[in-house]
């Protein structure tokens, strides 16, 4: 497969995908027509708008899935997809119902470009059910594309140590998963992505919290690790 899985589509001060430009190029290789899929926003021709002016100074021109009358030939005729971030629940209740669960996988299995943002990074997981999102809509199932066996938590924030908030911390939620479940979490810092290619996983990005790496991998009965670079051997298939 040809994946790249990030946090997120901005940071905080900086353009659309302005901190991921060269991690994109190189997964996109000599792609140049794109098909967005823009279904985690409401609006969905401003979200597609916003995309295709940035691609645009890269080459790559852009066509929304919701242009098109037929999504899954888009998708499966498709150079390269994005799956652009917004609610989660709401992006997969949305491609289960225009039946876009499989055409995405056979388009990521062919080895064509997938790339995820936030709410597509997330279903580009074996489920949902580490996302941060509020459940908006009900999809059905938690189960999502399954590109990668594990979890992913996208926009991880560690806890403030200044901070007067008495609520659960992220880790703290993603430790109650592991009460019920075995499958290891990948948390993504913001500015950090997952690269998967040639049999590899590859942990890229700048965290942009201060002092912090790109990712945190979680696993039951087992502390937190810090993790950068290939993981291939953490992460396996």
Same mark, same amino acid.
């Given at each position: 497969?040809?994946?790249?899985?990030?946090?997120?589509?901005?940071?905080?001060?900086?353009?659309?995908?302005?901190?991921?430009?060269?991690?994109?190029?190189?997964?996109?290789?000599?792609?140049?027509?794109?098909?967005?899929?823009?279904?985690?926003?409401?609006?969905?021709?401003?979200?597609?708008?916003?995309?295709?002016?940035?691609?645009?100074?890269? +080459?790559?021109?852009?066509? +929304?899935?919701?242009?098109?009358?037929?999504?899954?030939?888009?998708?499966? !005729?498709?150079?390269?997809?994005?799956?652009?971030?917004?609610?989660?629940?709401?992006?997969?209740?949305?491609?289960?119902?225009?039946?876009?669960?499989?055409?995405?996988?056979?388009?990521?299995?062919?080895?064509?470009?997938?790339?995820?943002?936030?709410?597509?990074?997330?279903?580009?997981?074996?489920?949902?059910?580490?996302?941060?999102?509020?459940?908006?809509?009900?999809?059905?199932?938690?189960?999502?594309?399954?590109?990668?066996?594990?979890?992913?938590?996208?926009?991880?924030? !560690?806890?403030?140590?200044?901070?007067?908030?008495? +609520?659960?911390?992220?880790?703290?939620?993603?430790?109650?998963?592991?009460?019920?479940?075995? #499958?290891?979490?990948?948390?993504?810092?913001?500015?950090?992505?997952?690269?998967?290619?040639?049999?590899?996983?590859?942990?890229?990005? #700048?965290?942009? #919290?201060? +002092?912090?790496?790109?990712?945190?991998?979680?696993?039951?009965?087992?502390?937190?690790?810090?993790?950068?670079?290939?993981?291939?051997?953490?992460?396996?298939?």
């Amino acid at each position: 497969m040809n994946l790249l899985l990030m946090s997120n589509s901005s940071n905080a001060g900086s353009g659309y995908l302005a901190h991921a430009w060269d991690a994109v190029r190189e997964a996109l290789g000599g792609a140049t027509r794109l098909v967005f899929v823009p279904y985690a926003l409401a609006d969905r021709d401003a979200y597609t708008a916003t995309a295709r002016t940035a691609f645009a100074a890269q +080459g790559v021109t852009v066509t +929304g899935a919701h242009e098109s009358g037929d999504p899954v030939a888009a998708v499966r !005729d498709a150079e390269a997809v994005f799956v652009g971030g917004g609610n989660t629940f709401r992006l997969l209740k949305t491609v289960r119902e225009l039946g876009l669960i499989e055409a995405l996988r056979a388009h990521a299995a062919a080895g064509r470009p997938y790339l995820g943002a936030s709410a597509g990074t997330n279903l580009a997981a074996a489920t949902i059910r580490t996302t941060n999102d509020m459940p908006i809509v009900e999809p059905g199932s938690f189960d999502a594309l399954g590109l990668v066996p594990f979890q992913i938590n996208a926009h991880y924030l !560690d806890a403030d140590p200044t901070s007067t908030h008495a +609520g659960e911390t992220r880790a703290q939620r993603l430790a109650e998963f592991h009460e019920e479940n075995d #499958t290891p979490v990948l948390a993504l810092r913001e500015g950090a992505w997952l690269r998967v290619r040639d049999g590899r996983r590859t942990i890229g990005g #700048t965290a942009v #919290t201060p +002092g912090r790496g790109p990712a945190v991998l979680f696993r039951r009965g087992a502390e937190a690790v810090e993790i950068d670079g290939d993981v291939t051997e953490l992460l396996p298939a």
